[in-house]
């Protein structure tokens, strides 16, 4: 496959998250971990060393795209065993794929980071229309009561519009109570303000919204998601345990999460915690009805076996697919550490050149031929012998051409032999007119089998040396720099470019390979 790196890439890291995502989920279930504040830090360390993980991983070097070197007397296409419609069509399908799943991806982000900032625009919407709490009796109390519990301090207003106690705001936080609020007892009151108060003095929206931000920009991967609703269910699970330690009211908390279970969902989505999302109902009163606690010592033993068995797990994931960085030839080390001053002077005379094309590009496959005999229309015919991996494409009817060394004469294949000696294939090629006088008829031609082609394609001569790396000619044709170039499929005197290369470049297609430690060289004409 020729997927473009930052696609392999993409779905290298993508495996990388989700085996680590579900080590972490084994390991918890294993371990039995169930206490919040052990949870929250593990969960958010896995999601920060999966971010980092690009970082710092190695990176595996790839070599250059190497050509397959021809044969002596031969040259021939890579993959010949594969049709050349087949392999242009994979080709260019991978290409198309990965450049839709990209613009997929970052269209998908563009939507979901505008859904956040609608969602911001209508909290600020919600606010100003939200109204103060001006009659409720004893509501200002067990509110100045809760801050001094809690030590934090936020306005408290009514919306209407919400069905769920919601807080927000930076340096000015501020809690919106349903109208249904007010119908609970005072206990119950001071249990969700406890609840929201709590948030505030742990700077918990700040949190909400860089997980909303995270989801978003990693919208395409489960992993993630999971990460963060792991992230959000142990942070509200520690703020339940506050809360009933705090007001000493665990029934009665009990039955305000509940009284908000099943009420109808806001009308937008806001980037704001609800006081009890509805998937997160059944863990929550399962571990305040446990009670569940972990002295110090487990905690700590805990997480460190969960932190040593993750961090194997991640270097397996690594190892099983590892992130690529752009190839390089296997001097570049070299060139990189001890790159010379001044750039050398190449005599224009001494290279050979080709301009980039954009077109169909012929698959050829080339050999030495022997004169065979006369057709019964008296034109004679050569026999070509190549590998059987070769002759996969070979066809009668296909168009060829025959090098005499004193001139060159049309053809097409008049039969392909089934029969397998050694590896190799024969085919037949009917000349369309006789042999030049002057050939030699006993001597070795080159022969030429045109076995398809690539539509539509970029395409150059190919290089002498077997490397992605060319010299691309500047304009005015007084220097080159070397390029990266990524190939595709060869023919035996052309090879399809993917990128590094546009049409109507020019480069060298002769061995430079004594120029190897240099950027650049000089062309002198």
């Known amino acids: 496959m020729n997927a473009p790196l930052w696609f392999s890439n993409l779905l290298s890291w993508s495996a990388q998250v989700a085996i680590i995502a579900f080590a972490a ?16 830090i593990q969960w958010r360390t896995l999601i920060l060393a999966c971010l980092l993980l690009p970082l710092i991983e190695p990176w595996h070097r790839l070599t250059a795209n190497l050509l397959i070197p021809a044969a002596s007397g031969t040259s021939f296409p890579d993959s010949t065993a594969v049709p050349a419609s087949a392999t242009s069509h994979s080709a260019l399908s991978i290409a198309l794929l990965a450049q839709i799943i990209g613009i997929v991806i970052l269209a998908g982000i563009a939507l979901r980071l505008t859904i956040i900032a609608f969602g911001l625009f209508k909290l600020r919407q919600l606010r100003r229309a939200s109204s ?19 030590g934090a301090r936020a306005e408290a207003r009514i919306s209407a519009k919400l069905y769920s106690p919601v807080t927000f705001g930076f340096t000015r936080p501020i809690i919106l109570l349903p109208d249904r609020f007010f119908h609970l007892d005072a206990q119950a ?19 909400h919204v860089a997980e909303e931000t995270l989801r978003a920009l990693l919208w395409f991967h489960p992993a993630i998601h999971w990460l963060v609703s792991r992230v959000r269910l142990a942070r509200e699970q520690l703020v339940d345990r506050e809360v009933v330690r705090l007001t000493g009211a665990r029934k009665t908390y009990l039955q305000a999460l509940l009284e908000f279970t099943g009420t109808p969902g806001r009308a937008v989505a806001i980037p704001a915690p609800p006081f009890l999302a509805e998937r997160q109902v059944v863990e929550r009163v399962a571990l305040m009805l446990k009670e569940v606690r972990m002295s110090r010592t487990r905690m700590i033993v805990s997480l460190s076996a969960a932190g040593c068995l993750l961090v194997a797990c991640a270097v397996l994931a690594v190892s099983v697919f590892p992130l690529q960085a752009a190839p390089r030839p296997q001097n570049s080390s070299q060139a990189q550490t001890a ?13 050979w050149t080709d301009k980039v094309k954009r077109g169909d590009m ?13 057709a019964s229309s008296g034109n004679p015919v050569v026999r070509i012998s190549l590998p059987e ?18 001139g060159v004469v049309k053809g097409h294949v008049s039969s392909v032999s089934r029969q397998v000696i050694l590896g190799v294939r024969t085919a037949d090629i009917t000349l369309d007119s006789p042999l030049p006088k002057t050939a030699d008829s006993t001597a070795s031609f080159d022969a030429t089998i045109e076995i398809g082609k690539l539509e539509n394609v970029v395409y150059v001569g190919r290089p002498a040396q077997a490397v992605g790396l060319l010299f691309k000619l500047s304009d005015d044709g007084k220097e080159a720099d070397r390029v990266h170039v990524q190939f595709g499929r060869a023919s035996a005197t052309t090879i399809q470019v993917l990128s590094g290369l546009e049409p109507r470049d020019t480069v060298i297609l002769s061995d430079m390979s004594p120029y190897d430690k240099f950027s650049r060289v000089q062309i002198k004409h």
């Open 25 to 40: 989920w084994l390991l918890a279930r294993i371990l039995r971990i169930e206490e919040p504040r052990a949870l929250l």
């Open 132 to 150: 103060a709490v001006l009659s409720q009796p004893g509501f200002p109390t067990i509110l100045a009561q809760m801050a001094d519990e809690t």
């Open 189 to 207: 009151q001071a249990a969700i303000l406890c609840h929201e108060l709590l948030h505030v003095r742990r700077r918990d929206w700040a949190h």
């Open 339 to 351: 790159a010379p001053a001044s750039s050398p002077v190449v005599e224009a005379n001494t290279i």
């Open 362 to 374: 012929p698959i050829q496959v080339r050999g030495l031929a022997k004169l065979a005999s006369s």
């Open 389 to 406: 991996r070769m002759m996969g494409d070979a066809r009668v009817g296909q168009t060829a051409e025959v090098d005499t060394h004193n």
